[in-house]
């Protein structure tokens, strides 16, 4: 079989300097932001809907861990969190808040940086129309 190759953007990330735990992503995957409004209505449904019931945590752990590879469009979670659940308070937030927040600081220099290196070849293209 042949093989079509080509730079998709991937990257392996260590999460917290730990050479077990590495995930891959793509960093300059602009769709994030679509899927995380999409998704972020059913979290808070769920919440609201079971808000006092014991199991609440076991599911809002099971559907924030399918939230959080669906946003970042990779099976994320379990390298990321392991059996601790996700809503576990870290710093004043929730780890998959931490997560998330790490994850949105490391994308920008790396969006910045493929725009960059994008610019002068759209540029020649955009000096040709504006003739």
Same mark, same amino acid.
């Given at each position: $079989?042949?093989? @079509?190759?080509?730079?998709? !953007? @991937?990257?392996?990330?260590?999460?917290?300097?730990?050479?077990?735990?590495?995930?891959? #992503?793509?960093?300059?995957?602009?769709?994030? #932001?679509?899927?995380? %409004?999409?998704? @972020?209505?059913?979290?808070?449904?769920?919440?609201?809907?079971?808000?006092?019931? &014991?199991?609440?945590?076991?599911?809002?752990?099971?559907?924030?861990? &399918?939230? #959080?590879?669906?946003?970042?469009?990779?099976?994320?979670?379990?390298?990321?969190? !392991?059996?601790?659940?996700?809503?576990? $308070?870290?710093?004043?937030?929730?780890?998959?808040?931490?997560? @998330?927040?790490?994850? $949105?600081?490391? $994308?920008?220099?790396?969006?910045?940086?493929?725009?960059?290196?994008? %610019?002068?070849?759209?540029?020649?293209?955009? %000096?040709?129309?504006?003739?």
């Amino acid at each position: $079989m042949q093989s @079509l190759h080509f730079d998709d !953007g @991937l990257k392996r990330l260590v999460i917290n300097g730990d050479e077990n735990r590495v995930i891959v #992503v793509n960093p300059t995957d602009v769709g994030i #932001v679509a899927r995380y %409004k999409e998704k @972020l209505p059913e979290i808070e449904k769920l919440s609201a809907e079971n808000g006092n019931s &014991e199991e609440i945590p076991d599911i809002l752990d099971k559907k924030v861990r &399918e939230f #959080v590879d669906y946003i970042i469009g990779s099976p994320v979670s379990e390298t990321v969190f !392991g059996k601790t659940n996700c809503l576990s $308070m870290a710093g004043g937030q929730t780890i998959f808040e931490n997560f @998330l927040t790490a994850y $949105m600081e490391y $994308m920008k220099p790396e969006i910045k940086a493929e725009y960059e290196r994008s %610019k002068s070849r759209v540029e020649k293209y955009t %000096k040709q129309l504006a003739k």
